[in-house]
């Protein structure tokens, strides 16, 4: 494992905020030019089903697959403290349901699909999944979420299989902190994979990190100084209310507040041109390989650009992140359903989808699944 020696030795006791302008960013302030929006690129010739267009006229090119519940830590902000029931396994979707539905959404028009859980490494078939998914013709990228605990020695055989992009799930670098949040140990682990994906030429490495005040607020620095001299892409991401974690918004570092400790840190901080499907905002640090991306969803959403669609592991559909509306695709797929009826069981859903979701006070009372039910 290659090193990293913490400097952190104390945690700031957490305070609330003094009001709600609190959370949002001065727009007078200057981090290089204002950055514009590319135009959708629609070149390739790819056709887009009307499946997949939503009434705002949202494409949906993106998929979410969780491949399994199960996960071999318990981080605090994904689950309750008692842990979850978990669905049966015969109401999981199978690898061979997995495919058909995944060719009916690539086939429709989705380009990318990425691969969550739970922790989606700890499904035994994963290789064969992804060499399956990354011969559908169309799919141009397949990604996976993972907390790297056991992705060091299984991300050869993963990238043999297709996997062309990474997102690692890192919420802070001192140890016992770590093992305080996951309620594991294994830091070393992670540490171990993020290096491993770089050696095997991932570029960039995304690294997610969710702060949180009085935990990790105090090594949002430390986190950016790793992109220095690695192709690493730290994303500071917002604490996000979900069933079971205990979400106050207290807890929340807003994005303004990030964005103004790293500034201050780092004067050379620049804002890049984002897509307009970007769920991130993010920056170039002049010298740095890598990269800085917040991610905010709870105080300046990005609903106006969303292109997401969630099959999670039960073989639920969901249309937004933060919706507790979601329909069945493995009910009628095991009834006997033809891919034209799905077709119409998912446009009927993503016609559903509503502009943006309730805002941050409104989402923490709905009614929602815990994250490791959702998928990462």
């Known amino acids: 494992m290659k090193r990293y020696i913490s400097r952190i030795t104390n945690w700031p006791t957490p305070f609330p905020f003094r009001n709600l302008n609190f959370f949002m960013v001065d727009k007078e302030r200057n981090f290089g030019s204002k950055p514009t929006k590319e135009p959708i690129n629609n070149e390739d010739g790819n056709q887009i089903s009307d499946m997949l267009i939503d009434g705002f006229g949202r494409k949906h090119t993106y998929l979410r697959i969780s491949l ?9 902000y994904c689950m309750p403290a008692e842990g979850v029931d978990l ?14 539905l995944a060719n009916l959404f690539v086939t429709s028009g989705v380009d990318k699909i990425r691969l969550t859980g739970g922790e989606p490494t700890v499904r035994k078939d994963i ?21 790297g605990i056991t992705l060091a020695k299984k991300l050869p055989m ?14 802070t670098l001192v140890p016992s902190k770590f093992e305080f949040m996951t309620r594991r140990k294994g830091h070393h682990k992670v540490i171990e994979s993020i290096n491993a994906a770089i050696d095997l030429g991932y570029n960039p490495v995304k690294v997610n990190c969710v702060v949180m005040r009085g935990f990790n607020d105090d090594e949002i620095c430390d986190f950016v100084n790793l992109t220095v001299d690695k192709p690493i892409n730290v994303r500071f991401i917002e604490f996000m209310p979900f069933d079971g974690n205990v979400w106050n918004v207290k807890k929340l570092i807003p994005y303004s507040e990030m964005l103004d400790t790293v ?18 905002k993010n920056f170039q640090i002049d010298g740095h390989v890598g990269t800085v991306s917040f991610v905010t969803s709870m105080t300046e959403h990005f ?24 329909v069945s695709l493995r009910d009628p797929l095991r009834s006997g359903a033809g891919d034209e009826e799905l077709r119409e069981i998912i446009g009927a859903a993503v016609k559903r989808k509503k ?16 994250m490791i039910h959702i998928g990462g």
């Open 127 to 147: 290789h064969d999944i992804c060499s399956n998914l990354s011969s559908l013709k169309g799919l141009k990228t397949l990604a996976v979420t993972t907390n």
């Open 68 to 76: 399994t519940e199960r996960c071999n830590l318990r981080c605090q």
């Open 303 to 326: 609903c106006a650009g969303c292109n997401r669609l969630r099959l999670l592991a039960d073989g639920n559909l969901k249309v937004c992140l933060f919706g507790p509306s979601e």
């Open 355 to 370: 502009a943006s979701h309730a805002g941050m006070f409104d989402i923490a009372k709905t009614a929602n699944r815990p």
């Open 263 to 280: 500034a201050k840190k780092f004067p050379t901080l620049k804002r890049l041109c984002d897509h307009p499907t970007e769920t991130a």
């Open 158 to 171: 993963l990238k043999q299989c297709g996997i062309t992009n990474l997102n690692i799930s890192l919420d």
């Open 87 to 100: 669905t049966p396994s015969p109401k999981l979707l199978t690898h061979n349901e997995i495919l058909r």
